[in-house]
Structure formats: C-alpha cells, structure tokens
C-alpha cells in the first residue's frame, strides 16, 4: 500500500472522492493552503490529518514548500495528489516528487488552462469541454496528460450545470487513473 498526500484548497469534493474510494494507498496528510476552506473539515471528519499552510507566512515560495516537504517526509509520502489546489507548484516539490505529482483539471488540456477553466468553456461557446488528468511539471497545467473525458456543453447548459457533470467525470476518471498508478 502507498502512502500518498493530497492537496486541496477549497470545497474538497474531489479529495473526499479519492478518501473514500478503495484505492491502494494510505492518505497520510492533506495539504490546504486556505485557511478555513471546506475540504479541511472533511478531513477530519474523514480521521484524515490536515496541515494548513498560509503561503503568506512564509518569505517565499522555496520556503513555504521547504516546510510541506519537510512533513511529507515525516509522513512517508510517496505521491501527491492535487485535487482542486489553486497554487502553483514550484521546484523545491517538483524536484522531491519528479514523475509522482498528479493534477486534475477540468478542461480538455490544452484548452483552458489555469483557473476558471469551466467558465471559460462555459462562454467560449466551445460545444465540448472535459477533465484531464495529467502529471504535474514546471508549467501551468502543461506536464504529460494521462487520461481525459469529454463533457458536452448542451444547448441550454447553465454554468452550474455544467460544473455538476464535469464533477461528476472527475470523481470517477481521476479515481480510475489513482487506481491504475497506485497499482
């Protein structure tokens, strides 16, 4: 079994879809950089331990990951997940985790990168959108894509209804991508 760190900053409907499915993997930590985001509190509803790191704290972004590596080492983590995390990851874990962090994003990469992605589909007038799961590297929403789903945008679609099928996709793909890695 692995031990793996999940990182998310807001609601955490993803990081409770992967805590709660039979994967091969211990989630040793979260990782949130919001201080009182949603996803907190479903950590420890769910027994999950939760370190909160305010990047403001911190002189820099060397330094501020220097402290979540300094944790995930204590925790024998050995993948990161990113599950909705809005920061971008930097070389101190880029290098510590070369080939052994994984984003999921809600668009067909390489459309729509970065954030608001699903509204930005939303009123591009694109007639498809999706989720991508991809290995993370020193670009925004760049590294090497491992799987994708398409979600249709429908005539009539509202924003939100279309934010509810593509979460839907991702609960599912980015589970069965999990699955296949932690093998």
Same mark, same amino acid.
């Given at each position: 079994?692995?031990?793996?760190?999940?990182?998310?900053?807001?609601?955490?409907?993803?990081? *409770? #879809?992967?805590?709660?499915?039979? $994967? !091969?993997?211990?989630?040793? &930590? +979260?990782?949130?950089?919001?201080?009182?985001?949603?996803?907190?509190?479903?950590?420890?509803?769910?027994?999950?331990?939760?370190?909160?790191?305010?990047?403001?704290?911190?002189?820099?972004?060397?330094?501020?990951?220097?402290?979540?590596?300094?944790?995930?080492?204590?925790?024998?983590?050995?993948?990161?997940?990113?599950?909705?995390?809005?920061?971008?990851?930097?070389?101190?874990?880029? *290098? #510590?985790?070369?080939?052994?962090? $994984? !984003?999921?994003?809600?668009? &067909? +990469?390489?459309?729509?990168?970065?954030?608001?992605?699903?509204?930005?589909?939303?009123?591009?007038?694109?007639?498809?959108?999706?989720?991508?799961?991809?290995?993370?590297?020193?670009?925004?929403?760049?590294?090497?894509?491992?799987?994708?789903?398409?979600?249709?945008?429908?005539?009539?679609?509202?924003?939100?209804?279309?934010?509810?099928?593509?979460?839907?996709?991702?609960?599912?793909?980015?589970?069965?991508?999990?699955?296949? $890695?932690?093998?």
């Amino acid at each position: 079994m692995k031990n793996i760190a999940i990182f998310a900053s807001g609601n955490g409907s993803n990081f *409770e #879809a992967i805590a709660t499915a039979n $994967i !091969n993997a211990k989630i040793k &930590l +979260l990782i949130c950089d919001k201080p009182g985001a949603t996803v907190i509190a479903r950590a420890e509803r769910l027994g999950i331990p939760a370190l909160i790191y305010n990047p403001k704290d911190y002189p820099n972004r060397a330094a501020y990951e220097e402290q979540i590596l300094t944790n995930l080492k204590d925790a024998e983590a050995e993948y990161i997940f990113l599950a909705g995390y809005m920061r971008i990851i930097g070389s101190t874990l880029l *290098e #510590a985790y070369e080939g052994r962090i $994984i !984003n999921i994003h809600p668009s &067909l +990469l390489p459309e729509f990168p970065g954030l608001d992605a699903i509204s930005k589909a939303f009123s591009s007038g694109v007639k498809q959108t999706g989720v991508t799961i991809h290995y993370v590297d020193a670009g925004v929403d760049t590294g090497p894509i491992i799987a994708q789903e398409a979600v249709d945008i429908l005539p009539g679609d509202t924003l939100e209804a279309l934010e509810a099928r593509i979460h839907q996709v991702e609960h599912k793909l980015y589970i069965s991508v999990l699955k296949e $890695i932690l093998k």
